[in-house]
């Protein structure tokens, strides 16, 4: 039986699908930190900053009944990071930056209780097919880009822009399920139903 109760510090619809999908009971807090990680640090350990702002913020006065997962997506391509495009025109540039090509796709996480933080990452290679302009202008228009790290959804009509992934599906959906799990059982006894 878990002591703790786990709170998803996420408004993501998909996250939430994923930890349902694994059978885990928990509650959502979404978290209102600004994410502010310095642009000069690598990728990873961008997604890992805001992850962990994000359960941060959330775990405050939770004390230590309480574990709570803070979760961040970005897109990484030669040295850039693309996070969600703020409108249509930088959706279809990350599109085409990333048509025909690997990029990286890296969830932090970090798990908060009381006032101890656990972080990591997971990474995935994404390879994208070449993709016409009419291709990108039609996923883009389908508004689907607007609220995702990189411009696509895997799990959506984003799906048929990807050639091959290598690695966790689920990390590139926005949640490394597996390696989750794996923390939450060996840091604080919880398990799945």
């Known amino acids: 039986m878990n002591t703790f109760k786990l709170i998803l510090a996420s408004g993501s619809p998909r996250r939430k699908e994923l930890l349902e999908r694994e059978g885990y009971s928990f509650d959502i807090l979404v978290s209102d930190a600004e994410e502010n990680a310095p642009a000069d640090i690598a ?32 897109v990484s391509i030669d040295g850039v990071v693309f996070g969600k495009p703020s409108d249509e025109h930088e959706a279809q540039d990350m599109l085409r930056y990333l048509s025909g090509r690997t990029h990286q796709v890296i969830t932090g996480v970090c798990l908060v209780c009381d006032s101890t933080a656990k972080s990591f990452h997971v ?10 302009q009419a291709e990108i202008a039609a996923y883009v228009a389908s508004g689907e880009p607007m609220d995702k790290a990189g411009a696509y959804g895997i799990q959506g009509g984003g799906g ?34």
């Open 43 to 74: 990728p990873a350990e961008i997604a890992e900053h805001n992850a962990r702002l994000k359960a941060r913020a959330v775990a405050k006065g939770l004390g230590k009944t309480a574990v709570v997962i803070g979760a961040d997506t970005v």
């Open 123 to 132: 990474t995935t290679d994404v390879t994208f097919r070449e993709l016409t």
């Open 160 to 193: 048929k822009l990807v050639d091959h992934i290598s690695g966790d599906y689920d990390n590139v959906v926005g949640l490394p399920v597996n390696a989750l799990a794996q923390e939450l059982q060996t840091s604080y006894g919880i398990t799945s139903a």
